[in-house]
């Protein structure tokens, strides 16, 4: 069935420094991607998403580029902060004729440390 | 600002005692859905609604009940809490099976003693 894989958590980096969370999928056709934001005892919060192979998606620094031959949507940002500590999931979409189910990885727990 | 409200957020209930979380919505989309998050896990979904239209997943317990009475809201009924159903309640919304992005709100948080 479909699923999503991510990297194991906990990551700890030091601000400023280089993030990379790896996310994998395995899908039947070609679902849109997600990320999302989970800050401590919050909901969840969009991050960015991409629809269709070679999307990329952007939002306050951080990427994912949708890869289809690697079936492969990792997340990246240049220069992490104190304040993007936070678990982030990666997910893929199940399109209903009513809706839709999102499919979650297991979450990646991200610290930053001044 | 357009968003998605739930009310608690925290909510203690006992052992097997009835109880509701409620979630509201000002985006005007046509789906609701719940989803159960356990410490540390993802996110699952339990149900949704497609305006009145409800769609149960095939594993979600009998105990977890829904009800939609208008646009705005959403209600999560759990017949008769376990200490297994503990766990942060999301509810979120999208505009329609074409607009895929899911919105979600902060979580009421379920404390079963």
């Known amino acids: 069935g479909d699923s999503v894989t991510q990297m194991e958590g906990p990551v700890t980096l030091s601000e400023e420094a280089f993030l990379t969370i790896n996310c994998t999928y395995t899908?039947?056709?070609?679902?849109?991607l997600f990320w999302y934001v989970q800050y401590p005892g919050e909901g969840l919060q969009l991050l960015l998403k991409?629809?269709?192979?070679?999307d990329k998606g952007s939002n306050k620094g951080f990427e994912a580029t949708y890869r289809k031959e690697t079936t492969s949507f990792h997340l990246e940002k240049g220069s992490v902060q104190v304040s993007d500590s936070a678990v982030y999931f990666c997910?893929?979409?199940?399109?209903?004729?009513?809706?839709?189910?999102?499919?979650f990885g297991q979450g990646t727990e991200l610290s930053v440390k001044p | 600002d357009a968003m998605v409200i739930q009310n608690p957020r925290y909510q203690v209930t006992q052992f097997g005692k009835p109880v509701t979380l409620s979630c509201s919505q000002t985006l005007n989309h046509n789906v609701m859905y719940w989803y159960q998050q356990k410490s540390s896990q993802a996110p699952k979904l339990l149900f949704h609604y497609y305006d009145k239209d409800f769609n149960n997943e095939a594993d979600t317990p009998d105990n977890f009940q829904s009800r939609r009475p208008n646009t705005s809201f959403c209600f999560l009924d759990i017949r008769s809490p376990g200490l297994g159903d503990a766990a942060m309640y999301l509810c979120a919304t999208s505009k329609g099976h074409t607009q895929e992005t899911q919105y979600f709100g902060p979580g009421t948080r379920l404390l079963v003693l």
């Open positions: 899908a039947t056709g070609y679902p849109s």
């Open positions: 991409a629809t269709k192979a070679d």
């Open positions: 997910a893929l979409i199940l399109l209903y004729n009513q809706g839709g189910k999102l499919i």
